[in-house]
T-cell receptor
Framework: GDSVTQMEGPVTLSEEAFLTINCTYTATGYPSLFWYVQYPGEGLQLLLKATKADDKGSNKGFEATYRKETTSFHLEKGSVQVSDSAVYFCALSEDGNKLVFGAGTILRVKS | DTEVTQTPKHLVMGMTNKKSLKCEQHMGHRAMYWYKQKAKKPPELMFVYSYEKLSINESVPSRFSPECPNSSLLNLHLHALQPEDSALYLC???????????????FGSGTRLTVV
């Protein structure tokens, strides 16, 4: 079945550091890929998405590129802020209904 | 209005109680979802409604009973729950997606349920 593997956290960075959170997936077809962010005590917010190979999703300084050849969708940001501290989930959907999530990566940014 | 609103935000219930969770959206989305999230875990899909009809039940125990009375509302009726059912229950909505044309999903803030 479909699955998503994310790098384990927590990831701890200093403010203005470069961020990469790795995400790889397994799917039988051509899934849509997503990054969601969850702040403490809140629901999930869609950060960015990509629906086909080589698409780049971007939002709020975050970006990720759908790489079909490496089945990856790594999240990057050039300069993180304390306010970016949260849990980041990589997810896929093949049928348009079910979202399959990775385990989540905790990001902590220190000032 | 680009929000999914869930009520209540917190709920404590006994194992013999009957309660309901409510979810509302006014984005015109015709697909709505219930997810369950345990602490420090990713969300897991429970139910999917498409055009107000139940399209997916992920083998959820019958003590959870979903209902979609209209295109804006989604309820989750709870009865005879167990302490292990304590979790964050998230509602989401989306346009009806199809493979290759996925518009993404909008999540509510969730109801934090504690079963005592």
């Amino acid at each position: 079945g479909d699955s998503v593997t994310q790098m384990e956290g927590p990831v701890t960075l200093s403010e203005e550091a470069f961020l990469t959170i790795n995400c790889t997936y397994t799917a039988t077809g051509y899934p849509s890929l997503f990054w969601y962010v969850q702040y403490p005590g809140e629901g999930l917010q869609l950060l960015l998405k990509a629906t086909k190979a080589d698409d780049k999703g971007s939002n709020k300084g975050f970006e990720a590129t759908y790489r079909k050849e490496t089945t990856s969708f790594h999240l990057e940001k050039g300069s993180v802020q304390v306010s970016d501290s949260a849990v980041y989930f990589c997810a896929l959907s093949e049928d348009g209904n079910k979202l399959v999530f990775g385990a989540g990566t905790i990001l902590r940014v220190k000032s | 209005d680009t929000e999914v609103t869930q009520t209540p935000k917190h709920l404590v219930m006994g194992m013999t109680n009957k309660k309901s969770l409510k979810c509302e959206q006014h984005m015109g989305h015709r697909a709505m979802y219930w997810y369950k999230q345990k602490a420090k875990k990713p969300p897991e899909l429970m139910f999917v409604y498409s055009y107000e009809k139940l399209s997916i039940n992920e083998s959820v125990p019958s003590r959870f009973s979903p209902e979609c009375p209209n295109s804006s509302l989604l309820n989750l009726h709870l009865h005879a729950l167990q302490p292990e059912d304590s979790a964050l229950y998230l509602c989401a909505s989306s346009p009806v997606n199809h493979p290759g044309s996925n518009y993404g999903y909008t999540f509510g803030s969730g109801t934090r349920l504690t079963v005592v």
